[in-house]
């Protein structure tokens, strides 16, 4: 019985695979200090919404990159922004749950490039 022999690759470039290789687990983060992060008031009757779509579309996107349950999203965004020196408060999971079901924007999936999440 015969097997088949795999190739064999020789690495020669060492210096430029080891870069390619950490600049795999790179991840940079931009957030705008100028974001509307808090929703406007609607003028309409009952409680008036806390968070803005561009929050709430912020917290579900990084859910969706990296695959994170609601409550995991939460705190990665708290970190986030505890890391940017930003104060702001972050949707609880209920909010995110409630509202992603009502939220007007596409949330983009898994891109194979850098992803930016707001323009």
Known sequence: MSYRSTPRYKTTNWHAYNH?????G???AWLDTDMQWAAQPSGKRG????YSDA???ACLTLKVL???????TTGFMESLLALSGLSWSVPDFSTLSRRQNTLNVAIPYRAK???????
């Open 66 to 72: 990296f695959g994170l349950p609601l409550r995991q």
């Open 26 to 28: 790179s991840l940079t």
């Open 55 to 57: 929050a709430i579309q």
């Open 113 to 119: 490039e850098g992803l930016h999440l707001l323009s």
């Open 20 to 24: 390619a290789l950490k600049q795999r």
């Open 47 to 50: 409680r008036q919404q806390i």
